[in-house]
């Protein structure tokens, strides 16, 4: 990997028990700015979970989650809540949909805004001018960012009435809206045919080129993977068992093992 | 004909009452699906400080309007503040606890409450001095409508296009939205969840002052358990419109109020809150999510 990259985010030794259960255990992955990396495993081997942990929804049990955001200091994400989490530039998307669904489009987006805005509780109630002057602001970046992932048009329908393929996209523009540097996505193209994961596929390559957002993304379709993301890691039953290249991890025996199973005699 | 005006009026004013203290019971219920029964308590409250400061002012000799405004807003700050306090010190300490953890606190909370207020104070009724003066020009329909009755509507009116606009135009509003529909996701997106609700209780505890006031000053008596039935009946109102919905809390409250007032005047007003709670039964039976309520399934 390029040394001269900048490393955004480094998780050290991450674990997770859920009692006796250990669902994640001592996971180190790194992205570095720039990156499209995914974290790909068979269903149940604790992507999901490790995803909770980073974005504050677990209190990890052991390991460090270190965020070196550009020109700030590094901050340790363990424990915090996830609100303060998305300040600090991480945003995410669900593997299923989490919309609000009865707000329309263009709400759905104008919240994520809110948390980098800095009027308070108080001067909202009473809408002073500069909160207005903020909240046209606020409308205006919405739009801009529906119109990057094409639902501009839509925008005052409810998130409900969208199609399932527009409704991810949604959820991607709502997560760009907190204005992060790093964007998890958990299974982006689930349930999404063919053609809808190819725009999808360019949504992220778009993403990641024109806003300079690094990704690390979960999925399970090779194909996306394979074509977008570099470096590749593998987990199964909760620890890490390869990273690399695509190439690599096509021929590496131990991912191949974990998918298709052991070879027999 | 004038005399069902009269219990027009009389149930519209009672349940735009009721509608008031509803929304804060259907609010808080919204985001965190705790029926909070302390509310009847932070009503009586508000009554009580209003008489205090009406008590104050009249022997500073302030007129009447200018005392029920006063009365009104320190009362509404000092019920936002119990609100507030009652949200941090017995409901946020169990988030996360299983749901009958926080409602037990919440009966806890408002015996305590009542108790203070008996100890504090006194047990006996007190009298509430006639804030709303009798305007010239409510003469000609003053048979049907009193003053008061107007000064209690126009409030109740004022104050829930105020609530609307708040949820439906500021940023606020569509925290508190994002919150309700999915609580976890609203963080996610970097909403602060805790002052949210902290938000919630201080609006809806600033509802309830607001009907603690007009009520007391309608009705001329307070005292410690004054809260009690009017947190029940309000609480019936929300079930009634289907709580959780605000909307449906304004419809509850004034079908309520025109139940109450209807049964009492035609039928017999000793058995006012028989039908006030059979009412409560029918509608559960037959529509259990209430008037504007959505059933929705138990996700597993």
Redesign the interface.
């Known amino acids: 990997m390029a040394e001269n990259k900048h490393k955004l985010l480094e998780v050290k030794g991450l674990t997770m028990d859920f009692g006796g259960l250990r669902a994640v255990d001592s996971v180190t992955l790194e992205v570095y700015e720039g990156d499209i990396a995914a974290l790909i495993g068979p269903n149940g081997a604790g992507k999901t979970t490790f995803f909770n942990c980073i ?3 677990y209190n990890p049990s052991k390991g460090d989650i270190l965020l070196h955001p550009k020109g700030l200091k590094t901050r340790r994400l363990n424990g915090l ?3 303060k989490v ?2 600090m530039g991480l ?2 998307t ?1 593997q299923n949909i ?6 329309t489009v263009l ?1 759905n987006v ?3 805004r ?4 800095n ?1 308070g ?1 108080f001067k ?2 009473i ?1 002073s001018k500069s909160v207005r002057d903020e ?1 046209q602001q ?1 409308v205006e970046s919405s739009y801009h960012l529906l119109e990057k992932v094409g639902l501009a048009d839509f925008a005052n329908e409810f998130s409900k009435n969208l199609p399932y393929g527009a409704q991810r996209r949604l959820e991607i523009a ?2 760009m ?2 204005d992060p540097f790093l964007l998890l996505l958990d299974e982006p193209a689930a349930g999404m045919n063919p053609q809808e994961t190819s725009d999808l596929e360019q949504l992220i390559c778009k993403i990641s080129a024109e806003e300079q957002i690094a990704i690390l993304l979960i999925e399970h379709d090779m194909k996306l993977v394979m074509n977008i993301s570099d470096p590749i890691y593998v987990m199964e039953y909760g620890k890490k068992i390869a990273e690399g290249s695509p190439e690599e991890i096509k021929d590496n025996p131990k991912v191949v093992e974990a998918y298709l199973g052991e070879e027999t005699e | 004909m004038e005399y069902f005006l009269q219990l027009f009026f009389g149930g519209l004013t009672r349940g735009s009452i009721y509608a008031l203290i509803a929304l804060g019971y259907t609010m808080v219920y919204g985001i965190i699906q705790l029926i909070n029964f302390a509310h009847g308590e932070i009503y009586m409250i508000g009554a009580f400080v209003a008489l205090i400061v009406a008590g104050v002012c009249t022997i500073y000799g302030l007129s009447g309007v200018s005392i029920l405004i006063l009365a009104g807003v320190i009362a509404i700050i000092y019920s936002c503040a119990y609100g507030y306090t009652l949200e941090k010190v017995a409901y946020r300490p169990l988030r996360g606890a299983p749901r009958l953890s926080p409602l037990i606190s919440a009966i806890g909370m408002s015996i305590f409450l009542q108790n203070y207020v008996l100890l504090a104070q006194t047990p006996d009724f007190l009298p509430f001095p006639r804030l709303i003066p009798d305007f010239d020009f409510m003469e000609p329909v003053a048979h049907i409508i009193g003053s008061p009755e107007l000064v209690i509507l126009i409030t109740t009116v004022v104050t829930m296009i105020l609530l609307t606009l ?1 949820i439906k135009k ?3 509003g ?2 508190m ?2 919150t309700q ?2 609580m ?10 805790d ?1 949210i609700i902290s ?1 919630t209780f201080i609006i809806g505890s600033a509802l309830a002052a607001i009907g603690g006031v007009l009520v007391a000053s309608y009705i001329g008596q307070v005292n410690f358990y004054i809260g009690f039935l009017a947190g029940v009946k309000a609480f019936t109102a929300a079930v009634l419109g289907g709580i959780g919905s605000i909307p449906g809390a304004v419809l509850g409250g004034l079908v309520l109020g025109w139940a109450e007032s209807f049964a009492a005047g035609y039928i017999s007003s000793d058995y006012e809150d028989v039908f006030t709670f059979g009412l409560l039964v029918l509608i559960l039976i037959l529509r259990p999510a209430g008037i504007l309520g959505k059933s929705h399934k138990q996700k597993v």
Not at chain 1, 98 to 103: A, E, G, I, S, T
Not at chain 2, 184 to 193: P, S, W
């Open positions: 974005t504050g929804i809540k996830p609100n998305t300040e945003a995410r669900f989490r919309l609000f669904p009865d707000m709400e104008m919240i994520g809110h948390c980098r805005t009027s509780i909202a109630i809408r909240e606020i709502r997560a809206a907190t | 708040l500021t940023r606020v569509k925290a939205r994002a529909q999915d976890n996701m609203a963080r996610l997106v970097g909403v602060n969840v002052r938000l």
